[in-house]
Nanobody, 117 residues
Framework: QVQLKESGGGLVQAGGSLRLSCAAS????????IAWFRQAPGTEREFVSS???????NYQDSVKGRFTISRDNAKNTVYLQMNSLKPEDTAVYYC???????????WGQGTQVTVSS
């Protein structure tokens, strides 16, 4: 059973930066695909970015060039560096994990990111 815990959220002004962390325990972290999703009030949860065990990355179009996902398998941690933040990035950010070719079935509790204009 994999447990995920997010940290690093907070309040930042537009144009600022935050780095989110997702720490994992249990399971074989280095083989998992890890992703970040986000959910703003009144909206569906949406995909933000993912990184495979080979460090192949994917991004939602709206965050390309601003967000960078990375992983440190020695620390069982994935990071999401968020730069040039916009008010529309405001949401609860969730970390999720899955085995390749399956669905995301491990989720963290989320961390709030608020970007003020």
């Amino acid at each position: 059973q994999v447990q995920l815990k997010e940290s690093g959220g907070g309040l930042v002004q537009a144009g600022g930066s935050l780095r989110l962390s997702c720490a994992a325990s249990g399971g074989t972290f280095s083989t998992y695909v890890i992703a970040w999703f986000r959910q703003a009030p009144g909206t569906e949860r949406e995909f933000v970015s993912s990184i495979s065990w080979k460090s192949i990355t994917n991004y939602q179009d709206s965050v390309k060039g601003r967000f960078t996902i990375s992983r440190d398998n020695a620390k069982n941690t994935v990071y999401l560096q968020m730069n040039s933040l916009k008010p529309e990035d405001t949401a609860v950010y969730y970390c999720a994990a899955k085995d390749p070719h399956t669905t995301y079935n491990y989720w963290g509790q989320g961390t709030q990111v608020t970007v003020s204009s």
